[in-house]
């Protein structure tokens, strides 16, 4: 239009159109057309249109009689005068526009984020402001971006006294995101230039936009962006006015703006929201319902708004009722709104974003979604996500941070990654509804895998010569990092711990409930449940997990498993049951012909018979395990069987045997330069001692231990070199020394990362400080312990619990060794 002073048809029905914010498609169905005839109309490919047909859209975009008559004559070409193109206003004839939508009555929360937005906008505006304020809102759709950029826009009146622009840049949505044209359009129009006078080109609208705001102070509210190249053409470009701009995908390339992410609101700010719409008195009847609607609501202010409107319509609906119909993950978006505005409408149109993007990444990015949702846990890696994906982790990433840019996935820690309940829901409706099982369960055994090939990773570092590790099957994915050390690969499953968990629960109800892979897991994990002393887990894996092996003949498998199965009984107390897996173990393995296996089982079953007093069975087994050692010429094996030995030599008052077994036992670790195995031997043999009453023995055992463990640098086995040393300096009353110890032992299992390694110590340090006589610090020390284990096998709450309940009693008024303290 800059180059001729008619308007067009085509432009008259594109301004219309815009100004009544209709799509092209939206102003088809309005008018009883086709969307190629708008589009036809548009495009000036067609200029005399039928009468109906101008009547039809006259109608349907509501003109006034006088653009009626206009439009009507352009379109019959009887405009036949030549206008003279507009002036445009002269600066003191410039209009004062105020388009904010009203602000939210029930507004709530978000104080520091509003206190930012005013800050900035405030700042820019003061004498010597030298650039424009740009603030940018983004987060997930119904997370309360417009209501907070238009709460905080209204309390910014006097800063920007010539007016506030508002417009929808639809970048989410039905219909297609408003063009950088068009908004220019819009925006100019508001500021007073005749239609006519706008350039057609994007620059040039852009700096006759920069040219009605020189000068003034005005702000402007660009509302639902689809991204950066969209807003930078509308954008001031002059310090006074200033800019919000709102988007459910990140505007991080837009210079100089400050960013805000919206996470969803607080408890107390749900409940205060709730409390708003519904009425105080509602929500002080029922607090605990209140707080776990809000939950369920995923603490979104639009899910939050929703349901209180159904709520403040139904007076007689107690709010326990909603929490019932919420409860049901699978219908809870249907108690969310199911028409445009509801919370499912929300989701899907960021979805729909992606899938309809001529970007490939944004393609494959809605197609993960669905997928990656399906995955039990609180977060999901990138390794997991290529996993699970079955690409390369490069690819996986680019995926994973493409939902952030979305935020449909929120990004909690360096490639770790977290659903919104909300979110995670609507994938799993879209995924029930798009995936087959076989496609889910295919999915999930990757996820296994993974897992599966970390454990083996951490075995192999502990253990290099095991028996198990060519029962391994999993290959290796590319997916891990380069472990360098144990440590490394033991703090990347300490990470997963929690998330494994729930989706080996989760394999077990699917079509995985008899997967191979439920059979190797355990057994490969087997070296990092033991060294973080995990029982509880180690046991929770290891269900089932023989008959597993046993359905698809790996017998070797189910005999080791069966092993294993018994060493979280022995390590809580159920010494008896332990031994009856070991001994159906030993069948096992004797019905394989497998002289390794049966030679751990006989150095097991020595040490466990040894623990219930049956000394002479114990020290037959003993001796049966490195006679079978020695004749296969496993030198870790008679390692193992040589140290138990020594152990029962030592409860019989045998020194000079125990002293034997246990040297020669740590010389074979010497010569395979396995400096654990040299710790855990020496360490072994000072726990023998000190139980046997050979406390300067054991001191000198111990010293040994704790030198070779500090020369490998491992964190997990120092903390228990400490406690054995607090141990046998508490024994002999020397209470400052063995402190000093626990205190060392505290700060490597802290380095460590090991809760019940920590819990212990604090046990420990509780029965010193109790012989001290100092019950209060004894008190916290326990109280501090039973924090730790909160999530441990009950046998550690117990015994934290007793030694509580005898202090209070009493009945603690010196050290009580505990027996085996590691």
Known sequence: MSGSALPTLSELLRTFRIRAGLTQAALAEKAGLSEQAISVLERGTRSRPRIDTVRSLTAA????????????????????????????????????????????????GRAAQVDAILSVLRDSTGHGAAVVGLVTVTGMGGIGKTTLAVHAAHQLTESYPDGHLYLNLRGYGPGEPMTPVDAQRHLLRSLGSDIASIPDDVEEAAALLRSRLAGRRVLMLLDNAADVAQVLPLLPGHAGSGAIITSRGSLAGLPG???????????????DLLAGVIGPNRVAAEPEAT???????????????????????????????????????????????????????SIASSVHF???????????????????????????????????????????????????????????????????DLIRA?????????????????????????????????????????????????????????????????????????????RVRQARQTGLA???????????????????????????????????????ERTATAAWLQHDSAIPDAETGATGSAIDSIRIAL????????????????????????????????????????SLSRTIQDATLEGVALT?????YDRTGDFDRADEAFAEGIGLAEQAKDTRAVFKRRLNAAVAHVQAGRNQDALRMALKALDTVQQAGDATFLGDSHHLLAVIYAVQGDFSTAAGHVEAGLLAARAARDVLREGRLRIELARIDAARGDRAAATEQLNAALALFRNAPEVYLAGARDLLEKLHRGEIDSYQFSGNPI
């Open 514 to 552: 008899n997967h191979p892979l439920l059979a190797e897991l355990p057994l490969a994990f087997f070296s990092y449940h033991e060294s973080r002393v995990r029982w509880q887990e180690m046991r929770e894996l290891s269900s089932g997990a023989v008959a597993v092996a046993l359905r698809h």
């Open 587 to 626: 069948r096992m393995f004797s019905g394989i012909d497998d002289p390794f296996g049966q030679a751990r089982c006989c150095s097991s079953l020595a040490y466990l018979l040894g623990l219930e007093g049956q000394l002479d069975d114990a020290l037959a087994y003993g001796r049966l395990a490195l």
């Open 291 to 345: 707080r776990v609607l809000a939950s369920y609501s995923g603490r979104l202010p639009l899910a939050i708004r929703l349901v209180g409107g159904r709520l403040a319509t139904r007076p007689s609906w107690p709010i326990q009722h909603f929490v019932d119909l919420l409860q049901d993950e699978e219908r809870r978006l249907d108690s969310l709104g199911s028409d445009e505005t509801g919370v499912r409408a």
């Open 61 to 108: 975009l509501a003109l006034t009689p006088t653009e009626a008559d206009q439009f009507l004559s352009v379109a019959r070409g009887k405009l036949g005068t030549p206008r003279t193109p507009p002036k445009e206003p002269a600066a003191d004839q410039l209009p004062t526009p105020w388009q904010l939508p009203p602000a939210a009555p029930d507004f709530t």
């Open 354 to 420: 992606l899938e309809t993007s001529e970007r490939g990444l944004d393609r494959q990015a809605a197609d993960a979604l669905p997928l990656l949702s399906v995955l039990d846990g609180s977060d999901i890696t990138t390794a997991v996500s290529a996993a699970l994906l079955k690409i390369p982790l490069r690819r996986a990433d680019a995926i994973v941070e493409r939902l952030v840019d979305l935020n449909l996935l929120e990004s909690v820690a360096p490639a770790r990654y977290r659903f919104h």
């Open 257 to 271: 703006a400050r960013q805000i992410l919206l996470d969803a609101l607080s408890e107390s700010e749900s409940v």
């Open 426 to 502: 609507y994938g799993r409706e879209v995924a029930d509804r798009t995936l087959s099982t076989a496609e889910r369960d295919e999915a999930l055994a990757g996820v296994l895998q993974l897992y599966t090939e970390a454990a083996w990773i951490c075995h192999a570092f502990t253990h290099p010569t095991s028996p198990r590790l060519p029962l391994a099957t999993v290959g290796v994915s590319g997916l891990l990092p380069a472990f360098s050390d144990r440590d490394g690969v033991v703090h990347w499953l300490d990470a997963e711990q929690r998330n494994l968990m729930d």
């Open 644 to 648: 138990a030995v020594g152990a029962l």
